[in-house]
Every structure is written in structure tokens, then in C-alpha cells.
């Protein structure tokens, strides 16, 4: 069997065994659910890139998943991860991050073996789930449990923490239907719901999200549409964009608008790399604008100005709720139209852009925002 094929095989065993433990022993189950469910989640893809190599490879050492160390039962954990893993998580759609977890602090120029005893850093929460990561590998390498069937189990525990986040999703629209009444929420009632949505912790996807949801809604009356977006972990040099958002004619593919998201201060040397991303750009920019939630200082406001004499190319710099502020109230009939737009955006963008607890999040406020406008009507 092909590493593919072991993935298929151990996904079609895990949906068969549904609720139903396919591992006996509690304190291995345990384990599993410590680092299918917590933080943080390279712990997840490192353990199934694991499993996978000692299944394919029966004679490594599931504890040496780094070619530079010494011997012949080594492997590299990080190709088996990047290779097959990324694509089956994927397909799928498991709760686990997007990218390799051989790259992160903990295990970033690791050439160890990973035994019990190793302390991958990070906080005890972490301590925790890698701990019972390297001891589900020394599991495995006692023969106390077979590669086979942790993979197996790993994956069934992964299916259920995956229908149970879309579940809470699912029962969020529908306590949010219910609730909502037959005056639609304003425009500056929406302004406070995305602000207080872009004060949690972890938004800097949903400024992108925004500009996506106007332009959506609105390419018919600006006669301009959006480009597909790139993955939230993307950088522009490796995927070829303008911007975070990249805006083109009805009747061509030329970019001529390039929006780029800030959750910080712009500074000159902001302004100065889009010069350089539009001076390489095959594309003719006719504006390159800045949206960002914080404030804006006047000397790099300043700097902007001289721009468009010397290249033609305006650069902009804007407020990101006002920029909505301002959409809302001219474009005041499509302002329901944005929201469930936003909405959909939010909740089926992936993971690494933005988190379950920011979906659950956004869901619970609008339910509050629609409820309390439905009842102060009533009183």
C-alpha cells in the first residue's frame, strides 16, 4: 500500500468504527484526546505524519523522525507530513493546522529522538500535549499499541472533533434564524457588531474578509469584481499578488485596485515595499489603499501625497471601519446583503485565517445585535 492508501484505509476503518473505540486502553485514549483537542495543534500533525512512516516504513523508529540523526531507522517525519498529510487533512477538512508541524518552535532544528523525557518548550498547556504526543510514539515503539490502530483511532477522534465544531456551528445559524425579526439591523448597528467582532483576539484575516464582503456584494453597481483571495498564511512573494485583496474590470483580468490589511500602524516602509510590489507587478495599478484598524499618522499620511505625481499610482491610507462606515451608508439597501456575505465568509474560511472560537464568536454577537433590536421594538 502506498502512504495514500494507508490514509484511506485508516479513515474508511475510523468512520466505520463510528462511536466506538477502535483502542482498548484508557490511558492511550486519553492521550489521543489530549492532542486531537488541545493546544497546540502541530502536536496533531506530527503524531499522523509519525504513524504514517512506521506503517509504511514497519522498520524506522516512529521516535526518529529526523534523517540527521545517526542510524538507519531514521526518517523524515516533515516529508511525510508535507507530502501526504497536508493533502488528506485537507480533503477531509480534520481540525488540524494547514501547514507541517515539523516547522514550528517546538520542533523547528530538532535532531533528537523523541522520547518522554524531551521538553519541546511552551507553556504547560502545550507541555501537556506534547508530552502525551512523545508518549503515544514510545507507545508505538513498545509494541504496547499497534501504528495501525492509533492511526485509525487518531483519525476517528479527529472525525468527531470535526462534526462536533460544525454541529456548534449549525445550532449558532439556527438560534440566530430564530431570533431574527423583520427590521434588519442598521448600518451603524452593523459598524458596532464587526467592531466589537475585530476586538477579539486573532482577526487579522477579517479585515480581508470585509473588503471581500463589499466588493461581493457590490461588484454589479461598481462594475469591478474581486479577485480570488490567496490562503491567510500565503506570503505575496510566493504566490505572486499585489495585495491581500486584488481588485479587476467586469471585462478583464488587469488588476487595477490592491487593497492591503493592516491590524497595526502603517509606516513609510509599508508604503515603500508597494512601491517595489507594484514597480515588478506586470499589472497598471490605478490605486494601491491601505486599510488598517489602528490609527493613522499624519507624516505617513503625508508621505502618500507626493506619490501619484511621480507614478501615477494612488496610494491611500484608510481607516478600516470607517471605510465600512462609509460603504454602508451609500450603499444602504445591500447593507443586510454585506453582513450574511461576511458571515458566510467567516465561517467557511479555513482555520489558519480564522479560528472556531472567532466563527462561534461572531455568530453569538449577531445573535445578541438582532435579538436586542427585535426587543427594543417590543417595549
Same mark, same amino acid.
Given at each position: 500500500?502506498? *502512504?495514500?492508501?494507508?490514509? @484511506? ?9 463510528? &462511536? ?9 485514549? $486519553? ?14 500533525? #506530527? %503524531? ?34 508535507? &507530502?501526504?498529510?497536508?493533502?488528506? #487533512? ?12 515539523? %516547522?514550528? *518552535?517546538?520542533? +523547528?532544528?530538532?535532531? /533528537? ?9 511552551? +507553556? ?28 485509525? $483511532? !487518531? ?12 454541529? +456548534? ?9 430564530? #431570533? ?31 473588503? !471581500?464582503? /463589499? ?16 490562503? =491567510? !498564511?500565503?506570503?505575496?512573494?510566493? &504566490? ?43 499589472? @497598471? ?5 491601505? /486599510? ?31 471605510? %465600512?462606515?462609509?460603504?454602508? =451608508?451609500?450603499? =444602504?439597501?445591500? +447593507? ?30 449577531? @445573535? ?12
Amino acid at each position: 500500500m502506498t *502512504p495514500d492508501d494507508i490514509l @484511506q484505509a485508516a479513515y474508511h476503518q475510523a468512520q466505520q468504527a463510528d &462511536t466506538a473505540p477502535i483502542i482498548t486502553d484508557e490511558a492511550i485514549l $486519553e492521550r489521543v484526546a489530549i492532542v486531537v483537542r488541545k493546544k497546540p495543534r502541530a502536536a496533531i500533525r #506530527v %503524531l499522523l505524519a509519525c504513524l504514517l512512516a512506521k506503517i509504511d516504513r514497519p522498520h524506522v523508529d516512529i521516535r526518529k523522525p529526523f534523517t540527521q540523526i545517526d542510524g538507519e531507522d531514521t526518517y523524515s517525519g516533515r516529508d511525510y507530513d508535507e &507530502t501526504y498529510i497536508t493533502r488528506f #487533512v485537507l480533503d477531509y477538512d480534520l481540525p488540524v493546522i494547514p501547514t507541517t508541524g515539523f %516547522l514550528t *518552535p517546538a520542533l +523547528r532544528a530538532k535532531n /533528537i529522538l523523541l522520547t518522554p523525557n524531551v521538553n519541546l518548550g511552551g +507553556r504547560t498547556s502545550g507541555n501537556n500535549v506534547y508530552a502525551a504526543m512523545l508518549q503515544l510514539l514510545t507507545d508505538v515503539h513498545t509494541e504496547l499499541v499497534r501504528a495501525g490502530d492509533l492511526l485509525a $483511532e !487518531t483519525i476517528r477522534q479527529l472525525i468527531i472533533y470535526r462534526d462536533e465544531r460544525k454541529q +456548534r456551528i449549525v445550532s449558532l445559524l439556527s438560534a440566530l434564524e430564530a #431570533v431574527k425579526g423583520n427590521v434588519p439591523l442598521s448600518s451603524e448597528d452593523i459598524v458596532r457588531l464587526i467592531e466589537q467582532h475585530l476586538a477579539l483576539k486573532g482577526t487579522s484575516r477579517l479585515p480581508v474578509l470585509i473588503v !471581500t464582503a /463589499i466588493y461581493q456584494v457590490a461588484e454589479n453597481y461598481l462594475r469591478e469584481r474581486i479577485l480570488p483571495l490567496e490562503a =491567510h !498564511t500565503a506570503a505575496d512573494s510566493q &504566490t505572486g499578488t499585489i495585495g491581500d485583496v486584488q481588485i479587476a474590470l467586469m471585462s478583464d483580468d488587469d488588476i487595477v485596485t490592491a487593497y492591503e490589511m493592516k491590524t497595526r500602524p502603517i509606516t513609510i516602509q509599508d508604503i515603500d515595499l508597494a512601491m517595489q510590489k507594484i514597480a515588478s507587478s506586470r499589472h @497598471q495599478l490605478n490605486n494601491y489603499i491601505f /486599510i488598517t484598524t489602528e490609527p493613522i499618522a499624519e507624516p505617513v499620511r503625508k508621505y502618500t501625497e507626493g506619490v501619484y505625481n511621480r507614478t501615477g499610482i494612488e496610494i491611500a491610507i484608510l481607516d478600516c471601519l470607517e471605510f %465600512l462606515r462609509y460603504f454602508l =451608508h451609500l450603499f =444602504h439597501r445591500l +447593507r443586510t446583503e454585506f453582513l450574511d456575505a461576511y458571515q458566510n465568509l467567516v465561517i467557511n474560511e479555513p482555520e489558519s485565517g480564522v479560528s472556531q472560537p472567532l466563527k462561534e464568536a461572531f455568530l453569538a454577537l449577531r @445573535q445578541a445585535a438582532e435579538y436586542n433590536d427585535e426587543d427594543s421594538l417590543d417595549e
